[in-house]
Antibody, heavy 121, light 107 residues
Framework: EVQLVESGGGLVQPGGSLRLSCAAS????????MNWVRQAPGKGLEWVSY????????YYADSVKGRFTISRDNAKNSLYLQMNSLRAEDTAVYYC??????????????WGQGTLVTVSS | AIRITQSPSSLSASTGDRVTITCRAS??????LAWYQQKPGKAPKLLIY???TLQSGVPSRFSGSGSGTDFTLTISCLQSEDFATYYC?????????FGQGTKVEIK
């Protein structure tokens, strides 16, 4: 069974940093593209970042470019999101999501349960 | 970025009703469109991809159609477990973008 479990969320002050993790199991993690998608309270879904299976290709949404860094450790079956210079508008539930195939890397077939990040003083 | 306009933003329906939700892309995306269902406090769940292909395990009362810029999700006979928010999403090109969502409520 495919499982994605996020952790690392919490309350942080504006300008602060946080590192999210996503532990994967039930599939060959190193063969799949991975993504982070977020959802502000009461709002819709927003794609945040993508990383290829090898980690060689990375994309970011304009809203987080230069502040967030996606990475992965295939030996540990883990995905990460380092978030710096956090703003109030980054407050959201952050989901890790698997890309279905290389040709459909932006198609999210499995999602974690999410971790809440709250940016507030 | 490709904009996805989803309508309606909400609708009220009864169990057994036929429900239709539409999405329009700001440019052609071939059939690179997916539909997700999200229930309160839960992660989204993939229902349909490639505009009309049902994800494994999804009931056949769900169907999708369209290509290019105009797409439709249809629930043929609404069940109690279908009351949720539905999102469409294009995966034709980065940055991947979602519609604003349609909340399906009980009439």
């Amino acid at each position: 069974e495919v499982q994605l479990v996020e952790s690392g969320g919490g309350l942080v002050q504006p300008g602060g940093s946080l590192r999210l993790s996503c532990a994967a199991s039930g599939f060959t993690f190193s063969s799949y593209e991975m993504n982070w998608v977020r959802q502000a309270p009461g709002k819709g879904l927003e794609w945040v970042s993508y990383i290829s299976s090898s980690g060689s290709t990375i994309y970011y949404a304009d809203s987080v470019k230069g502040r967030f860094t996606i990475s992965r450790d295939n030996a540990k079956n883990s995905l990460y999101l380092q978030m710096n210079s956090l703003r109030a508008e980054d407050t959201a539930v952050y989901y890790c999501a698997r890309g279905r195939t290389l040709a459909a890397a932006g198609l999210f077939d499995y999602w974690g349960q999410g971790t809440l990040v709250t940016v507030s003083s | 970025a490709i904009r996805i306009t989803q309508s309606p933003s909400s609708l009220s329906a009864s169990t057994g009703d036929r429900v239709t939700i539409t999405c329009r892309a700001s440019q052609g995306i071939s059939s690179y469109l997916a539909w997700y269902q999200q229930k309160p406090g839960k992660a989204p769940k993939l229902l349909i991809y490639a505009a009309s292909t049902l994800q494994s395990g999804v009931p056949s009362r769900f169907s999708g159609s369209g290509s290019g810029t105009d797409f439709t999700l249809t629930i043929s006979c609404l069940q109690s477990e279908d009351f949720a928010t539905y999102y469409c999403q294009q995966y034709y090109s980065y940055p991947w973008t979602f519609g604003q969502g349609t909340k399906v409520e009980i009439k």
